[in-house]
């Protein structure tokens, strides 16, 4: 049976030089912070890819530049999300 992962991201423009890791885990792990996300009304985005690239990375490191493509992705979808809800 496969683990399942999370990761969140931060980027906080004027603040980050690039989006970065602020949480990950598996399982138990993974299900609490999807909890507080949930919580918090965080958005959560459904990408097995990008959870498997970005899961690999130190928490509080900033992502490498070959993954931006797919985090701008992420935060322009979540942008789009912020927008509609105000």
């Known amino acids: 049976m496969e683990k399942k992962k999370v990761v969140a991201l931060r980027y906080k423009k004027g603040v980050d030089n690039a989006p970065k890791v602020v949480a990950k885990g598996m399982d138990l792990i993974a299900q609490r912070i999807l909890e507080i996300a949930e919580k918090e009304n965080i958005p959560i985005i459904k ?13 509080d490191d900033e992502i490498p530049s070959e993954l931006y493509e797919i985090a701008a992705e992420i935060i322009a979808f979540v942008y789009k999300l912020d927008k509609q809800h105000i």
């Open 47 to 59: 990408n097995e890819k990008a959870v498997e690239d970005f899961y690999g990375i130190d928490l």
